[in-house]
């Protein structure tokens, strides 16, 4: 099976989609999911729909190669392959973040294009705190400096969401 397909397949076991989900997801026809993850893929040419795919992880995604038992290397050596390892390991972890962004970007267009009581839900699920936590750390990881500056100064650790409740009942309770 192609990487690309294997990693649709880790995304799509990992976030507990239905092939159907998938396929919405990605905006391809079910029948195209089903070829691409189906029991026996084809060994054929990337089609026009994989391609988009292939773009939207940022080309190929690479494989991570386990040296053979008993080699023995260099120091220079074993540094080489721990940072192509490392580098294999960043492109593929960008490659699934990219892909993330392109459906987060969809899920949010429904809630801009939406009704406002959508957007009312969405502000009661969601904390604001954590939204802006993560916004920010997208922001800052494309600057090295401002990263560094960025994780000394940020008091605020993301909780999954989790603690709005807490949160806002606290605020409510407090009086000074």
Partial sequence: MHPLLE??????????????????RLGVPYSTVKGWLGPRPKARLLTASEQRIQALLGGAVP???AAPLGEERAPAARATAANARL??????????LKLLLVLLEDELRW????????????????????IGYLSSLLSMLTDEEKFQRWRVLTTH????????????????????
Avoid at 89 to 94: C, F, I, V
């Fill in 63 to 65: 494989l991570l190669e």
């Fill in 87 to 96: 580098q294999a390991e960043a492109k593929r972890r960008a490659a699934k």
């Fill in 157 to 176: 650790r993301f909780r999954s969401f989790r603690k709005r409740a807490r949160r806002d009942g606290a605020q409510g309770t407090n009086s000074g």
């Fill in 111 to 130: 809630f801009r294009d939406g009704h406002p009581d959508g957007r009312a839900a969405y502000r009661a699920t969601l904390d604001p705190y954590d």
């Fill in 7 to 24: 990693e649709l397949r880790r995304y799509a076991a990992e976030h507990q989609l239905s092939r159907r989900e998938l396929a919405a």
